[in-house]
């Protein structure tokens, strides 16, 4: 059976570089008999987590109705998730940092968070201006701990530079061959990233139903403050 990928297009502008790298992700995993869902962040308005933790009683979720938490219940199941998305001040777009605040309606190990697999796999593109490489790795080791918390275990980015305008993405063929390759990864049986890259994810891994390793020793070491 073909692969549930779902990509999500951060680009707050209509027909830049990340509409360009959509499509040609899109038409390769569809290529390839995967099943492609693509979500533009920029056409749905998406409520802030007013931090209210509603979602961490037994039986309830998400205070807001909207679309986001659908995605997230979708996102929670399929084999592979894809942000493409401009670099803003050093980071996601504010739209999309909103939206992944909203994957902590997840963030409950009462219910079951998820083992990270590293067989479901996530990624990034960005394309930006000049920021230098450790600005980027910092931002891409944020998506991987994001998704992470939705179950995906395997992560790798792809940078594209020096997009300054619209159709630089179009006009570069090592960006593309280099997409290319990230999308033939995201439904491939290989769990080793292409890059070779470490994005953090593996060092907290935590088994299903339990607390994450640095939770719990958060609050073994705050049960053992002397109270006032
Ligand atoms: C508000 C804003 C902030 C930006 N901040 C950065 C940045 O910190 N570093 C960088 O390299 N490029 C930055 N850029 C440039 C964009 O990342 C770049 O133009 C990107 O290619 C846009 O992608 P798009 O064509 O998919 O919209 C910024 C652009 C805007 C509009």
């Given at each position: 059976m073909?692969k ?8 707050p ?24 869902e ?6 749905h308005?998406v409520?802030?987590?007013?931090g209210?933790?509603n ?12 679309g986001?938490?659908?995605?997230i ?10 942000l493409?998305a401009p ?12 939206l ?52 995906y275990g ?13 159709t ?21 049986g ?5 890059s ?8 907290d891994?935590f ?5 994450p390793?640095?939770?719990a ?12």
């Amino acid at each position: 059976m073909g692969k549930n990928v779902i990509l999500i297009n951060g680009s707050p502008r209509n027909g830049g570089n990340s509409d360009a790298v959509i499509d040609l992700v899109k038409r390769q995993l569809e290529q390839n008999g995967a099943s492609v869902e693509v979500y533009r962040v920029r056409e749905h308005t998406v409520a802030p987590c007013v931090g209210c933790d509603n979602c961490k009683n037994d039986d309830e979720v998400c205070i807001h109705k909207d679309g986001a938490a659908e995605l997230i219940e979708r996102l929670y199941k399929a084999d592979s998730v894809l942000l493409i998305a401009p670099l803003y001040y050093t980071s996601v777009p504010g739209t999309v940092k909103v939206l992944f605040d909203r994957f902590y309606a997840r963030y409950n190990f009462k219910k079951g968070l998820k083992t990270p697999s590293p067989m479901r796999k996530a990624g990034v593109v960005f394309c930006y201006g000049g920021s230098p490489a450790d600005v980027l790795h910092r931002a891409a080791e944020y998506v991987a701990y994001c998704f992470r918390d939705l179950g995906y275990g395997s992560f790798d980015a792809v940078l594209c530079p020096m997009c300054t305008d619209k159709t630089t993405f179009s006009r570069i063929d090592k960006y593309q061959s280099n997409v290319a390759a990230l999308t033939d990864w995201l439904i491939s049986g290989n769990t080793d990233n292409i890059s070779g890259a470490s994005f953090g994810i593996e060092r907290d891994r935590f088994a299903e139903g339990s607390e994450p390793p640095a939770i719990a020793a958060a609050r073994q070491s705050e049960n053992s403050q002397p109270t006032l």
